[in-house]
T-cell receptor
Framework: GAGVSQSPSNKVTEKGKDVELRCDPI?????LYWYRQSLGQGLEFLIY????????KSGLPSDRFSAERTGGSVSTLTIQRTQQEDSAVYLC?????????????FGPGTRLLVL | QKEVEQNSGPLSVPEGAIASLNCTYS??????FFWYRQYSGKSPELIMS????GDKEDGRFTAQLNKASQYVSLLIRDSQPSDSATYLC?????????????FGAGTQVVVTP
């Protein structure tokens, strides 16, 4: 079946504007994760969804970041009042279940540039 | 101390040689370990997973796990130019039950013809 998809693939915005990033997980995957990868850095966990609930938001860097998931499927990550340090690649991953040996499959990412 | 550590490289490997990548982790109770390959400008793709001590082989790739030493490695045999990428070590820790992966910063591998 289709893999994880994300949109937009690239986003350029001005400092202070709000942006929305979308993730469409693999059909049937109940677990959905958002990660962020800054230039030359490893992946940083942001938030995890099981169904429509977010039991782990510990990675969100500030209250400007929020996310939701609807219908146990599509998720939207919103960044309000963007700052230049928000520039990064935002990656979404999904897995059938969250625990144990389940593999996380990554989408192509959204490259966000804040000017 | 970072939870997952890797040498950043670059690791330069002649074509046909063995590339050896290392990763250490701090959460002693971790149970699941993954190696992802990431080409420049692309998203990570899973190449190996390992859960038990010992070796696991898949084609030209061998993952090795030593939980007592909190160490996981990846060997790439007969390295090809197409293996040039950044290799990310990821660990699923037991202290967090929601399955999030802790990633190392990645090791850049450059295979020279």
């Amino acid at each position: 079946g289709a893999g994880v998809s994300q949109s937009p693939s690239n986003k350029v915005t001005e400092k202070g504007k709000d942006v929305e990033l979308r993730c469409d997980p693999i059909s049937g995957h109940t677990a959905l994760y958002w990660y962020r990868q800054s230039l030359g850095q490893g992946l940083e966990f942001l938030i995890y969804f099981q169904g429509n609930s977010a039991p782990d938001k510990s990675g969100l860097p500030s209250d400007r970041f929020s996310a939701e998931r609807t219908g146990g499927s599509v998720s939207t990550l919103t960044i309000q009042r963007t700052q230049q340090e928000d520039s990064a690649v935002y990656l979404c991953a999904s897995s059938f279940r969250p625990r144990g040996k389940e593999t996380q499959y990554f989408g192509p990412g959204t490259r966000l540039l804040v000017l | 101390q970072k939870e997952v550590e890797q040498n950043s490289g670059p690791l330069s490997v002649p074509e046909g040689a063995i590339a050896s990548l290392n990763c250490t982790y701090s959460d002693r109770g971790s149970q699941s370990f993954f190696w992802y390959r990431q080409y420049s400008g692309k998203s990570p793709e899973l190449i190996m997973s390992i859960y038990s001590n010992g070796d696991k082989e898949d084609g030209r790739f061998t993952a090795q796990l030593n939980k007592a030493s909190q160490y996981v490695s990846l060997l790439i045999r007969d390295s090809q130019p197409s293996d040039s990428a950044t290799y990310l070590c990821a660990v699923k820790g037991v202290t967090d039950s929601w399955g999030k992966l802790q990633f190392g910063a990645g090791t850049q591998v450059v295979v020279t013809p």
